[in-house]
């Protein structure tokens, strides 16, 4: 499938002092169109398609070109040649490789990046590069289904970015939603009933950039999921809500527990973002990162407001406490 979105600005990626070449232009133009994974064979084969001048040690030195400006990534499926991906802004991701078909599909699940990071920092190790390859039948093979074409991942990969945001906006807005019938401070209500608002607002935005989306692609929303969230699949609040719904859980409960879930959405969104590749999924995990970080700094300022207003003879004790012991000494 074509992707215009994935075409880089040739120029500024040739490495300084490197001279344009008409040729190399074309057999990277005809390498970026394709999605999924080419061998240096496969793509002699596009490019004679075009101009079949083109000789066989071109494409190769092109390609060798490409993977050292970083448009190409070169992927070992074990099966004895090397295969190419682009890598400009195509997310970082493992591979599904049917030993049938002989297909490659994409995902990525930060539920395994984390684990492979837990067991390098447990062993001291530096890792510089992760591969995750599951060998197996794929679902076309296995059901005698017809393949589908190879997708777009970065469109796979904002497609699915929305999604979690969405289902943590859904969650938020639950979450607020009961708080507001639960405070009883008329300040901490209106706080609430602003905070429900708000999330109700982000929603719609975010739902309207999903409608978006799947203009880009008649058959975006059927399409296998990409990005693996075992933990935030269902909204990051949904655990606060159910706090929420414990027996006595005053206003001051209320806000941490507010103010956890937002920490927590914030950390989440803000760590893999950075971790994210260049692209659509990128911004959408960054603009939210800094999202729930407002509503956490304004959650904060209104806790400590709120614990002001509720115990200032507590504090006024404290400070008593200490000084009567200077005048005993
Ligand atoms: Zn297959
Ligand atoms: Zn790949």
Redesign the pocket.
């Known amino acids: 499938m074509a992707s215009s979105a994935a075409i880089p600005d040739l120029d500024r990626l040739r490495p300084p002092g490197t001279k344009r070449s008409s040729k190399r232009d074309l057999i990277v133009n005809v390498f970026l169109k394709q999605e999924?994974?080419l061998s240096a064979d496969d793509l002699v084969v596009l490019t004679k398609r075009e101009d079949h001048r083109i000789s066989r040690a071109t494409v190769y030195r092109s390609l060798q070109w490409m993977e050292e400006a970083g448009i190409a990534?070169k992927?070992d499926f074990g099966d004895g040649r090397f295969?190419f991906?682009h890598s400009y802004r195509?997310p970082r991701?493992?591979?599904l490789i049917c030993k049938t078909c002989n297909r490659?599909?994409?995902f990525l699940s930060s539920d395994i990046e984390v684990l492979v990071e837990e067991v390098a920092v447990a062993r001291a190790f530096t890792a510089r590069q992760t591969v995750v390859q599951i060998y197996g039948s794929c679902d076309a093979c296995t059901s005698g289904t017809a393949a589908e074409d190879p997708v777009n991942?970065e469109l796979l990969f904002a497609r699915d970015a929305l999604r979690i945001a969405i289902a943590t906006e859904r969650s938020g807005m639950e979450f607020y939603g009961r708080g507001v019938k639960l405070v009883t401070d008329p300040r901490a209500r209106e706080i609430f009933r602003k905070l429900a608002t708000e999330e109700v607002q982000h929603l719609k935005t975010l739902e309207k950039r999903y409608q978006e989306l799947l203009k880009q692609d008649a058959r975006l929303e059927s399409r296998p999921t990409f990005l693996f969230f075992k933990g935030a699949a269902n909204g990051l609040f949904s655990a606060g809500t159910e706090q929420l719904r414990r027996n006595g859980v005053d206003d001051l409960e209320a806000y941490r527990i507010g103010i956890r879930c937002e920490r927590g959405s914030h950390r989440f969104f803000k760590r893999y973002g950075e971790k994210f590749e260049d692209s659509e999924g990128k911004r959408i995990f960054l603009e939210f990162a800094g999202e729930e970080r407002e509503h956490l700094e304004l959650l904060i300022r209104e806790y400590r407001l709120l614990v002001k207003k509720h115990r200032p003879q507590k504090a006024g004790k404290s400070r008593a406490r200490s000084k009567p012991r200077r005048h005993s000494a």
Do not use: K, T
């Open positions: 999924g994974h990534r992927v295969r991906e195509h991701h493992f591979h490659s599909y994409e991942s």
